[in-house]
Every structure is written in structure tokens, then in C-alpha cells.
């Protein structure tokens, strides 16, 4: 794996497979949104998680909410979310860890070293 302006590259004998930051961070955000507990993403207010993957009302270049690092031996992703009041915080945080890794890791064959869940607020709706 390398990085290429934005794009994880995965290469082989039969040639290369180019998967851009924004695949992944649609992947991240699709895995955190079917976690029982998180209410939404942090980012630009008024941004919702369906904003997010359909990349409206400000989704730039990645989605809000998620932040992506390629290093040499893999992906370093960065999570922003709000738990629902009532969930705890700690058991929510790891579900979304284990959703977003698996994910990434099933959908784009690249290597997921690391998820780091930011929890940014609690929803009381």
C-alpha cells in the first residue's frame, strides 16, 4: 500500500487498485451510522450522517466526521460522533470502533490499524 494524492493504492502482479479517501470515509460513515447508540457525526452543524454519505451541505473532500491517515503499514482513522443519551459511552465507542474496522477492512482489502472514537456530545432527542 501506498499513498497517491488522496487515494489508497493497493498493487499487485495483475497491476494496481486506487481507492480514494472519500470511499473510505462513505464506508466509515455508513458502518458508525448502523451502531445502536450514535445520534449523529461531529462536524459542520447542521451536517447529519445522511448528509455525510450522499455528500451534501458542506461534505468536503472526506466526510465530516472522519478523519483518514495512511501510513506504510495501513489506515489510521479518525471518528467524531454523539451517543444517544441513555447509551453508554464506552460500550458505544466500541462498537463503532469494531463496525468501522470491519468494514474498511472487508470492503477495500486495506489494512486498518487503528480507529480512534471522539465523542464530542450527547443527544438528549
Known amino acids: 500500500m501506498a499513498e497517491n494524492k488522496g487515494y489508497m493504492t493497493l498493487s499487485d502482479e495483475q497491476g494496481s487498485i486506487h481507492i480514494s479517501e472519500e470511499v473510505i470515509a462513505a464506508i466509515a460513515v455508513g458502518a458508525v451510522r448502523e451502531v445502536e447508540g450514535v445520534s449523529g457525526m461531529m462536524g459542520n452543524l447542521g451536517t447529519s450522517v445522511a448528509d455525510l454519505v450522499t455528500n451534501k451541505k458542506g461534505a468536503q473532500k472526506t466526510a465530516k466526521g472522519v478523519k483518514i491517515e495512511m501510513t506504510e503499514t495501513g ?51
Request: with cysteine.
Open 75 to 125: 489506515l489510521v482513522l479518525d471518528i467524531y460522533l454523539t451517543v444517544a443519551y441513555g447509551h453508554a459511552i464506552p460500550e458505544v465507542a466500541e462498537n463503532a470502533q469494531k463496525a468501522v474496522a470491519s468494514a474498511v477492512s472487508d470492503m477495500t482489502g486495506c489494512t486498518v490499524e487503528t480507529v480512534n472514537i471522539h465523542v464530542g456530545g450527547v443527544t438528549l432527542a
